[in-house]
């Protein structure tokens, strides 16, 4: 991110020429990375800001990512780097990001638009950039089949065809994603509609992302440390808002629209207001909700999206905080998944808060696909697996008719809480555990909860982009669990589909 002091670009002293010092520096930086499972950004112990009723740092904002018009196209330009941020005072960690040492600039683009985004990889090591929650064709999709090497640009681009949302970016290499997301390589992506939608919608002011993820303090807060391993995958025990250590925001309208996204490995949130007041969901993964829905509290797991709009009176000072939820394992395993924690996540004044303005009653929203009657498939969730296999890049899962809506089972037949992710899509939940589906998963989405035990029964419409050659994933987003293996591969052909397992017919490149 631009204009932070926090930020430590990797340090320049003494020797060698420019060039080599920076890459110098990389490696050092990144071979912190490497031993994060020892000594990286998570650990154990203390849980320093659990209440939230002291914040008083300034919430960070993502910086709009500047664009140009080139023939016809919205060209954005990232650069994926390292170095070392102070993400908690006095405790800096070796981290990464885009345009910046740690998170990305938030893109926006307005639908119909056609985008290009230039990727460079400043990293020693292979990235990748993918757009989580687009519908695009999966060759830009930016999974591990689309790698970029160090030094290489990438140059995906694709016509925004969707409904306005609060998507984002993060990379996606093969058994790496968990330690690039940790260490900061997420970032906003908002589409927007021609014609608003009555919600807030000024960035940075009433309008504003909360990218959440959890870091590692040693006790005694001196220095990074070691994150617990949990049955849902590693948990960190400080937690960071924009990259924002104890943020405070001060607002100056009576509504404020939260776009929150969970860009944390494992961590789940229980998002509810200190005053016992309820907030409104207004949108979710996939786009704005038909109306604003009232509620006290709301889970959000790894990679999922929650817009909801909170009411500030004048005098108000409050905190969305996460409160101890029930992720459905034992209770030994809830407890180290975090479960049971309490953190502050905003504090929110409202000296400011001078406009009236109420919520609109209606919102435009996409509307449900019917029930399709074609295709059925099931997919059992075991501990790292799907359908008992392990990811292999050079299989195909699944082959899906391109354009085609399926009925996608989902069944946790293990005793860990995962979710379940399908990209280049949004799903729309027909049932949960048997029945209807909890509110917060009444609206567009492309990731869903599912815990031990549990079931979902998704109707998925698929694009119309048919490639036989490049697949695109769909996995858990529990970030360990992903680089395990808990993932697997479709492809939209033209032809018919069929859910034997077939060879990647690219598999002698891998
Ligand atoms: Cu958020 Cu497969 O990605
Ligand atoms: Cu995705
Ligand atoms: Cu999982």
Same mark, same amino acid.
């Given at each position: 991110m631009s204009s932070d002091s926090h930020n430590r670009p990797t340090p320049t002293t003494d020797g060698p020429p420019p060039i080599q010092i920076k890459r110098r520096t990389l490696l050092i930086g990144l071979g912190a990375l490497g031993a994060m499972g020892v000594i990286g950004y998570w650990a154990t112990a203390a849980k320093p800001n659990n209440n939230g009723s002291t914040f008083a740092t300034a919430l960070r904002i993502p910086p709009l990512l500047e664009s140009e018009m080139l023939d016809g196209e919205r060209v954005f330009r990232l650069s994926a780097q390292a170095g070392e941020t102070e993400l908690v005072p006095g405790v800096w960690f070796a981290t990464m990001g885009f345009n910046g040492t740690h998170l990305g600039p938030t893109l926006r683009a307005v639908r119909g638009e056609k985008v290009r985004v230039h990727v460079t990889n400043n990293l020693p090591v292979a990235t990748t950039a993918h757009w989580h929650g687009m519908l695009l064709p999966a060759s830009q999709d930016g999974t591990a089949h689309q790698a970029i090497a160090p030094g290489a640009t990438w140059k995906p681009s694709w016509q925004i065809d969707q409904p306005a949302a609060t998507l984002w970016y993060h990379p996606h290499p093969h058994g790496q994603t968990e330690l690039q997301v940790g260490s900061g390589m997420a970032g906003v992506f908002l589409i927007d509609e021609?014609? %608003? +939608?009555?919600? %807030? +919608?000024d960035y940075g002011v009433d309008d504003i992302p909360l990218i959440i993820q959890d870091v590692t303090v040693q006790s005694g807060g001196q220095r990074p440390g070691t994150p617990t391993t949990a049955p849902i995958g590693r948990i960190g025990n400080t937690v960071i808002v924009n990259g924002t250590h104890e943020p405070h925001f001060a607002a100056t309208t009576r509504q404020l629209r939260l776009r929150v996204l969970n860009a944390s490995a494992a961590r789940c949130y229980n998002l509810e207001l200190s005053t016992g007041e309820q907030f409104h969901l207004v949108g979710t993964d996939g786009g704005l909700l038909p109306a604003p829905s009232p509620m006290g509290s709301l889970l959000l797991s790894p990679a999922e999206r929650a817009e909801i709009v909170v009411t500030v009176p004048q005098d108000a000072d409050l905190v969305l905080r996460s409160v101890p939820h029930d992720l459905g394992m034992s209770k030994g395993d809830d407890m180290t998944s975090g479960a049971e924690d309490t953190f502050g996540i905003l504090r929110i004044t409202g000296a400011g808060a001078a406009t009236a303005g109420g919520l609109p009653t209606a919102l435009p929203s996409a509307r449900h696909p019917g029930r399709a009657s074609g295709i059925e498939r099931h997919f059992i969730l075991g501990d790292t697996t799907i359908n008992g296999k392990s990811m292999d890049m050079d299989r195909i899962d699944t082959v899906v008719a391109a354009g085609s809506t399926e009925m996608w089972m989902l069944e946790n037949t293990s005793k860990r809480a995962h979710n379940f992710h399908v990209h280049g899509t949004q799903f729309v939940v027909a049932a949960e555990n048997g029945g209807t589906p909890e509110p917060r998963n009444r609206g567009w989405k492309d990731t869903i909860f599912i815990a031990p035990g549990g079931t979902a029964e998704l109707m998925v419409p698929f694009g119309g982009y048919a490639d036989p050659t490049t697949p695109y994933m769909y996995h858990c987003h529990m970030l360990w669990h992903e680089d395990q293996g808990m993932m697997a591969q479709y492809v939209l052909t033209d032809g018919e589909p069929s859910s034997e397992p077939v060879m990647h017919p690219n598999a002698m490149h891998h």
């Open positions: 021609q014609t %608003p +939608s009555g919600l %807030p +919608s």
